[in-house]
Nanobody, 122 residues
């Protein structure tokens, strides 16, 4: 089993930056692709970013490309999401997930964190 715990969310001003962390335990994270998803109130959960097990390849939603960066440190069993130039429309609960094969599809992930709230004020 894999347990995922997100941290780093909070309130930030428009244009600010935030770094989310996802710490894993139970199994070595190095064998899993990792993804970040977000869900705003009243909306469907959407893909944000994903990274291969080795960290050599990453994929991003068009809405965040060039603003967000996903990375991982397998020695620390942790995945990160660096978010820059944040806008109010980025406000959502952000979730990390492990196990994705088809990175942009929620059903490809076997394990999910509890989520962390990100709120961007205007």
């Amino acid at each position: 089993q894999v347990q995922l715990v997100e941290s780093g969310g909070g309130l930030v001003q428009n244009g600010g930056s935030l770094r989310l962390s996802c710490a894993a335990s139970g199994r070595n994270l190095s064998t899993y692709a990792m993804g970040w998803f977000r869900q705003a109130p009243g909306k469907e959960r959407e893909f944000v970013a994903a990274i291969s097990s080795s960290g050599s390849t990453a994929s991003y939603a068009d809405s965040v490309k060039g603003q967000f960066t996903i990375s991982r440190d397998n020695d620390k069993n942790t995945v990160y999401l660096q978010m820059n130039s944040l806008k109010p429309e980025d406000t959502a609960v952000y979730y990390c997930a492990a196990g994705g094969g088809r990175w942009r599809t929620t059903t490809s992930y076997a394990y999910w964190g509890q989520g962390t709230q990100v709120t961007v004020s205007s």
